[in-house]
């Protein structure tokens, strides 16, 4: 099993940047695929970016390729979510979330999750 613990969520003027990080308990955190969701109260839970376990392979929802970059290290256990130009629609909690083995854009094939970010952008 992994705990994962969110942080650096915040208040942010749009146009602004903001790197999530999320810390994984547990020895084998090499073994898992992350991805990052997010959610509003208006819409359910959808995919953001995941990262392959090595974190050679990035996989990006459209709106934030360009914008999001997922990045992983192993040696710390952590996953990062570096977030820029960042827009009022990017209001949401933020979780990052690990798969055993690959990647997958379906919340479903998650079976751990943290307990979310808070991340506001101001227009």
């Known amino acids: 099993q992994v705990q994962l613990v969110e942080s650096g969520g915040g208040l942010v003027q749009a146009g602004g940047s903001l790197r999530l990080s999320c810390a994984a308990s547990g020895r084998t955190f090499s073994s898992y695929a992350m991805g990052w969701f997010r959610q509003t109260p208006e819409k359910e839970r959808e995919f953001v970016v995941g990262i392959s376990r090595s974190g050679l392979r990035t996989y990006n929802k459209d709106s934030a390729k360009g914008r999001f970059t997922i990045s992983r290290d192993n040696a710390k256990n952590t996953v990062y979510l570096q977030m820029s130009s960042l827009k009022p629609e990017d209001t949401a909690v933020y979780y990052c979330?690990?798969?055993?083995?690959?990647?997958?854009?379906?919340?479903?094939?998650?079976?751990?999750w943290g307990q979310g970010t808070q991340v506001t952008v101001s227009s």
């Open positions: 979330a690990a798969r055993y083995s690959d990647p997958s854009k379906l919340e479903d094939e998650y079976p751990y």
